[in-house]
């Protein structure tokens, strides 16, 4: 069976990725389907007293989604180093590869049927700036996927929803959805965000998650119908 695939992307850095991921691939599993999760990229992963590395978000997910594996077996570049993964890998004297990068996802995606890919930084995140330029885009679209943009719910997320779904086209890359985080369905501002993105941009808002969250709330024929969705690339 073909493994059914979504990429998750954000407005920018801390947006709630990782968190959203997490929410995304417990719902899954809690709902039947066999589920995993890849990080292409990560910086920022700590560095144990036994002198290795553990990858921070890959661990929350892992954790969150109740998947018993190694972090490290879902990420393929891990750096301690908190900043972009151009900057870190250039830091270790590695260059980001994309055919590394495709062979791990293909690798892991063999043991399930479905799998959320999660990126790093924003959309125009750099991933290697040396020999070969690599930008966030150009992972996704190697991947053949579609993508899921995070958004913070509150100010300011009108500006930077558009700005990413406009790149995103012009990369063209398929656009699968919006997810607000932080939303307050109470809050008048964040209901009229909510309204106007979806108005100027033409893109469903799938999910909105309030702070603290435990679950997402999405429909089960809803989120089977997000993960096989057919790109063209």
Do not use: W
Not at 13 to 29: E, H, N, P, Q
Not at 38 to 55: E, I, R
């Amino acid at each position: 069976m073909t493994c059914n695939s979504i990429f998750i992307t954000a407005t920018g850095t801390d947006v709630g990725k990782t968190y959203v991921s997490a929410l995304l691939v417990k719902k899954m599993r809690e709902l039947g389907f066999d589920c995993g999760y890849y990080k292409p990229a990560l910086s920022g992963a700590v560095k144990t007293s036994d002198g290795n590395m553990l990858p921070g978000d890959c661990d929350f997910v892992l954790k969150t989604a109740g998947l018993d594996i190694d972090p490290l077996n879902c990420v393929t570049y891990c750096f301690e180093e908190p900043v972009s993964p151009h900057l870190a890998a250039a830091r270790c004297g590695i260059e980001i590869d994309l055919n590394v990068i495709k062979a791990d996802f293909e690798r892991l995606s063999a043991n399930y049927d479905f799998m959320c890919v999660e990126g790093a930084g924003g959309i125009t995140c750099p991933f290697n700036l040396s020999n070969k330029e690599i930008l966030l885009p150009d992972v996704i679209k190697s991947l053949e996927l579609g993508v899921v943009i995070v958004a913070d719910g509150g100010l300011g997320t009108i500006n930077s929803v558009l700005l990413t779904v406009e790149y995103a086209k012009l990369y063209g890359i398929k656009i699968l959805g919006i997810i607000l985080n932080n939303y307050d369905k109470m809050n008048f501002m964040h209901v009229d965000n909510k309204l106007q993105i979806e108005t100027l941009t033409g893109v469903n808002i799938i999910a909105t998650i309030p702070k603290m969250a435990e679950d997402i709330d999405i429909s089960k024929n809803d989120l089977l119908d997000l993960f096989t969705v057919k790109v063209g690339l």
